[in-house]
């Protein structure tokens, strides 16, 4: 009992624990999508869905922490084959993997409005840490972050059959990130 008093009441003394401010992305400003190649002509995709949980202060990195999950049925590209196969077995698998999530677990500040969340993208099930570099402008309750990021598709197995090699598409795709948010109140 001693140590539970002990222990309240050095969180009390310690002040309340405050958390980044959260932020609401506005999706009709902002842009999930992806690019790559097929047969060596370039095509741009883009999700249309997605949920993200931002709390974010640049003055205080180790209380900010992200949450995005990108419902991969809303992926289009503009070419019905394409997208009729995307949410197939062979590439998102949809059915019994609807979302890729990415979960922060910390930020650095590069300087100039630039910097990299550390994080774990899981698609297909398959987890692996990443680093998304990002740019942020932040002008009073508005915020806008950019980014660009490579991900291997074959580490995630996305493309399975006849796609599991790069001989029609590369293993490398482009991630692009377009973020327009507001700060929540």
């Given amino acids: 009992m001693r140590a539970l008093i002990g222990f309240l009441a050095i969180v009390m ?3 309340p624990v405050l958390a980044a401010p959260a932020w609401t992305v506005d999706k009709a400003a902002s842009r999930v999508g992806f690019v790559s190649s097929m047969n060596g002509e370039a095509f741009e995709g883009t999700f249309g869905r997605y949920d993200a949980k931002i709390n974010f202060d ?5 209380s900010s922490k992200v949450v ?5 049925t809303s992926a289009v590209t503009g070419d019905q084959t ?3 196969s995307l949410p197939t077995k062979d590439w ?3 059915d019994k993997f609807p979302r890729a999530t990415f979960i922060s677990t910390g930020f ?3 300087g100039g409005g630039r910097y990299q969340a550390a994080g774990n993208l899981t698609l297909r099930e398959i987890s692996r840490p990443i680093v998304l570099p990002f740019t942020l402008a932040i002008s009073g309750d508005t915020a806008k972050m950019t980014s660009a990021i490579v991900v291997n598709r074959l580490v995630f197995g996305v493309g399975q059959g006849q796609w599991k090699t790069e001989e029609a598409i ?3 795709v482009t ?3 377009n973020l327009t948010a507001k700060k929540a109140r």
């Fill in 170 to 172: 590369p293993a490398r």
């Fill in 82 to 84: 394409r997208d009729e």
């Fill in 68 to 72: 995005v999950a990108i419902d991969v």
């Fill in 92 to 94: 998102f698998w949809a």
């Fill in 58 to 62: 640049p003055r205080d990195l180790k």
């Fill in 175 to 177: 991630v692009r990130i």
């Fill in 13 to 15: 003394a310690a002040g």
């Fill in 108 to 110: 650095t500040d590069l």
